[in-house]
């Protein structure tokens, strides 16, 4: 059985490193989670980001999310909010959401937010998505590669090429896993014409 992750808003900000995790969860390499208030963040966040984007496209993200990992939704959380402690006291339901679904691992951008001391009793690890998925390179690198090649395929308005993805991941500051990816695509992975 998969291990259960906790994607927090913030790594599912950015489209390609969202569609790369969501694939990820997709291949079964681990369950992902995550709260209906970890998407109404992702959606505030993005309003405030990219106005550019109608409300309707965001309605549609949140609803395509929700049917691309069927369940990922944690619910029943809320009670443990209160009684844990965090840095930052906004943060709190992303750990209540990880405890409840019974969590090995917070992916956040924000690891200051998640200190390991607070999380340990928990037998929660919070990890930056660089690190998250150098661990599923590590893992099955063919995967994840398999994940790259989805995103390729599906994206054709315009056309991407497998080094556009991964450029836009390590923009993304995926910087270590791309260069796994990279580096392991002399074992048969081409970076070219995928």
Known sequence: MAFVVVYDACVLYGNTQRDLLIRIAQSGLVQA?????????????????RPDIPVEKLIRLRTLMNRAV???????????IEALKLPDLEDRHVLAAAIKAQAQVIVTSNLRDFPADMLEPWNVEAKSPDDFVLDQIDFD???VWACVQQIVDSRNNPPETVEDVLDALERAGLVESVAAL????HRGFSTRGL
């Open 33 to 49: 989670k995550w709260t209906n208030a970890i998407l109404d963040e992702l959606q505030k966040n993005l309003t405030a980001g």
């Open 70 to 80: 069927p369940d990922a939704l944690v619910e029943g959380y809320e009670p443990l």
């Open 141 to 143: 690198d063919r995967v």
């Open 182 to 185: 990279r580096t392991r695509s």
